[in-house]
T-cell receptor, first 114, second 114 residues
Framework: EAQVTQNPRYLITVTGKKLTVTCSQN?????MSWYRQDPGLGLRQIYY???????DKGDVPEGYKVSRKEKRNFPLILESPSPNQTSLYFC?????????????FGPGTRLTVT | AQKITQTQPGMFVQEKEAVTLDCTYD???????LFWYKQPSSGEMIFLIY??????QNATEGRYSLNFQKARKSANLVISASQLGDSAMYFC???????????FGTGTSLTVIP
């Protein structure tokens, strides 16, 4: 089954404790992206990756890091989480090359930083 | 800067009636893609329909159609014959000409009344 998986699905952590949210896709997609969803703000793009070892900032990259060492994986790293990073996070993937391809989303990771 | 505007935070529709969810976008690019996604209360993001900026015909997918008015920069979603399962949050999104950046609106919460 074609899918994007994220782990963990739920995470409660404390301020400053480094964490990683994993994302993996089995569709051989070149493009992957991370979003955060906050009430009243919709989804906002954090980082995206056009291919292995190629990443770039989205609209809200502050406080986040990413890496793309393998085509299928695109982890999101919060090195020193703060309460304002409490949010619902989505990973997504798609074919790359044009603007016509839809994204496939993971199930989401709900993060709470206390 | 790219921007997606959804002006209807919440909408109600009677079961079996049609409903239109509004979306306007702002871009200076000639090439772009427009998407609608559905997010039920379970949280996953479900792709509904796509319209390319050069597509002359309005896109249709089953009960979903996209009313694309390029000169007015609007991409409204029309759901015909509403069903109870259509109750969800709906997001309008735009993919830029590079295919790398995605912009989402703030969403419209649709409630279908039996």
């Amino acid at each position: 089954e074609a899918q994007v998986t994220q782990n963990p699905r739920y995470l409660i952590t404390v301020t400053g404790k480094k964490l990683t949210v994993t994302c993996s896709q089995n569709m051989n997609h070149e493009y992957m992206s991370w979003y955060r969803q906050d009430p009243g703000l919709g989804l906002r793009q954090i980082y995206y990756s056009m291919n292995v070892e190629v990443t770039d900032k989205g609209d809200v990259p502050e406080g986040y890091k990413v890496s793309r060492k393998e085509k299928r994986n695109f982890p999101l790293i919060l090195e020193s989480p703060s309460p304002n990073q409490t949010s619902l996070y989505f990973c997504a993937s798609s074919r790359r090359g044009t603007y016509s391809y839809e994204q496939y989303f993971g199930p989401g990771t709900r993060l709470t930083v206390t | 800067a790219q921007k997606i505007t959804q002006t209807q935070p919440g909408m109600f529709v009677q079961e079996k009636e049609a409903v239109t969810l509004d979306c306007t976008y702002d871009t200076s690019d000639q090439s772009y893609g427009l998407f609608w996604y559905k997010q039920p209360s379970s949280g996953e993001m479900i792709f509904l329909i796509y319209q390319g900026s050069y597509d002359e015909q309005n896109a249709t997918e089953g009960r979903y159609s996209l009313n694309f008015q390029k000169a007015r920069k609007s991409a409204n979603l029309v759901i015909s014959a509403s069903q109870l399962g259509d109750s969800a949050m709906y997001f309008c999104a735009m993919r830029d000409y590079t295919g790398n950046q995605f912009y989402f609106g703030t969403g419209t919460s649709l409630t279908v009344i039996p």
